[in-house]
């Protein structure tokens, strides 16, 4: 059986910091995601105030085959906006039923997930950490800590992300500052 995949296409990365010098990484900043966050007004102000990135993820190019295993390192930095901590956009994959490992390589982080039925759950990451995200469940991650939250992120090839459905519903609960601590809280906009 033969492979279309070019071997030579296949990106290396940086284990300590994610960073693979072959590719591009895509990058959100606050703008891009000004209205996943609660605080409105804290959000405006850090786009006026130079609106920092808040993640980068590299995508290492593997072909989107379902025989095919993609992977990524994704990079969250630390910030938060008003009192919540920078985050990811999360989603769904495209097709439900495909799952993902995600392996911590830096720094200290949450992983959320939910799933359409209204389950929540939440694990924490740091280096070594292995988190599983289960068919169906959806996913977004959350730095905690006081430095780059990295991981290595492993899917099916076909997953495909679909991004709207978090985009209208949000997430059942968010990641904020309670003196100094990371703490859950349920999301008042959340509309499932
Ligand atoms: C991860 C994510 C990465 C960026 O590789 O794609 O952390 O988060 P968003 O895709 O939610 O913007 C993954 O879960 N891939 O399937
Ligand atoms: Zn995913």
């Given at each position: 059986m033969s492979t279309q995949t070019d071997l030579s296409t296949i990106a290396d990365f940086d284990p300590g910091t994610g960073v693979s010098s072959t590719r591009e990484p895509i990058r959100r900043r606050v703008s891009d995601m000004q209205a996943y966050y609660a605080d409105q007004e804290a959000?405006?102000?850090?786009?006026?105030?130079?609106?920092?990135?808040?993640?980068?993820?590299?995508?290492?190019?593997?072909?989107?085959?379902?025989?095919?295993?993609?992977y990524g390192t994704s990079t969250t930095f630390p910030g938060k906006v008003g009192d919540e901590?920078?985050?990811?956009?999360?989603?769904?994959?495209?097709?439900?039923?495909?799952?993902?490992?995600?392996?911590?390589?830096?720094?200290?982080?949450?992983?959320?997930?939910?799933?359409?039925?209204?389950?929540?759950?939440?694990t924490e990451m740091g280096p070594g950490t292995v988190a599983y995200v289960p068919p169906c469940w959806g996913h977004r991650t959350v730095n905690t800590g006081d430095e780059d939250f990295v991981f290595l992120a492993v899917y099916p090839g076909?997953?495909?992300?679909?991004?709207?459905?978090?985009?209208?519903?949000?997430?059942?609960?968010?990641?904020?500052?309670?003196?100094?601590?990371?703490?859950?809280t349920d999301n008042a906009e959340f509309a499932r």
């Open positions: 959000a405006a102000a850090a786009v006026a105030g130079g609106d920092p990135l808040v993640y980068e993820y590299y995508d290492m190019g593997v072909q989107s085959t379902s025989g095919d295993v993609a901590y920078f985050m990811t956009k999360g989603h769904y994959h495209q097709v439900r039923d495909r799952a993902e490992v995600y392996f911590g390589l830096k720094g200290h982080g949450m992983l959320l997930l939910q799933t359409e039925e209204g389950a929540f759950t939440a076909d997953a495909g992300h679909d991004y709207g459905s978090i985009e209208t519903t949000g997430f059942a609960r968010r990641v904020v500052g309670v003196d100094g601590t990371p703490t859950l």
